[in-house]
C-alpha cells in the first residue's frame, strides 16, 4: 500500500498548505516579527482546518464527481482557489477589519505601534520633523517615501526637503532635493499637516 498516493498528497495539502499561506499573507498585511515554525505549527494547522471545514462542501463535490478526470485544469484550479487564493483574501479581510474602530471593543488591535498604524494609512503629509538637538527640518511625506516598520527601527525617508521660514511654515522645495533619511536616534517628534 502507497502511503504517499496523489489523494493523501491533496488531502495533506488541504489540511495544512492554507494555514501557512494565511500567516505569510498575513504578515505582508501587518507587520510581524520573524517566528520559528514550530511556533507557527499550531496556527496553521488550526486555520488550515478551519478553511477545510468552511469548504468541505466544494471539496467534496469536486471529489465527487471526479473533476480531476473529467476537467483537470477546473480540478487544479478548484483546489488553488481553496488552498492558496482564499486564504490570502482572509488575511486580507482580517488585516481590513482590524482597522475599523469597533473592532477594538472585541480584540486588541494587531498592529504593533502606533508608528506602524499612522504609517500604513499611505496618505501624504508635509511633515516637520524636530530632531533631538532642536533643529526642525521640514519635508514631504509622499508616494515615494517611506518608513520602516515594526520589528525594524523607526526610520523615516521624505520624499522632499523643504525650507521653513522662521514660524516653521513651508517655505519653498529645495532645489535638486532627493529627499532626506532620518533614522529613530534623531527623531525627538514629528509634525503632519496635510
Known amino acids: 500500500m502507497e502511503i504517499l498516493n496523489f489523494e493523501n ?9 492554507p494555514g501557512f499561506v494565511y500567516l505569510k499573507a498575513y504578515r505582508l498585511f501587518i507587520a510581524e516579527t520573524k517566528t520559528d515554525f514550530s511556533k507557527d505549527l499550531y496556527e496553521a494547522i488550526g486555520f488550515s482546518f478551519l478553511n477545510a471545514i468552511l ?22 484550479l478548484s483546489l488553488a482557489l481553496i488552498i492558496v487564493i482564499f486564504p490570502i483574501f482572509f488575511a486580507f479581510i482580517f488585516q481590513k477589519v482590524s482597522e ?60 522632499e526637503l523643504w525650507e521653513l521660514n522662521k514660524n516653521n511654515g513651508f517655505k519653498k522645495i529645495e532645489p535638486q532635493t532627493e529627499g532626506i533619511l532620518i533614522t529613530e536616534k534623531e527623531i525627538s517628534t514629528i509634525e503632519f499637516y496635510l
Open 9 to 17: 498528497l491533496v488531502v495533506l495539502t488541504i489540511f495544512f498548505v
Open 100 to 159: 475599523k474602530r469597533w473592532f477594538g471593543k472585541f480584540m486588541i488591535n494587531p498592529t504593533k505601534s502606533a508608528w506602524d498604524s499612522f504609517f500604513s494609512k499611505r496618505k501624504s503629509y508635509f511633515v516637520i520633523v524636530t530632531l533631538k538637538n532642536g533643529r526642525k527640518i521640514g519635508g514631504k511625506y509622499g508616494k515615494n517615501s517611506f518608513s520602516s516598520t515594526y520589528p525594524n527601527p523607526e526610520e523615516l525617508y521624505l520624499e
Open 55 to 76: 469548504f468541505s462542501y466544494p471539496i467534496y463535490l469536486i471529489h465527487h464527481i471526479n473533476l480531476i478526470v473529467n476537467y483537470p485544469f477546473l480540478y487544479f
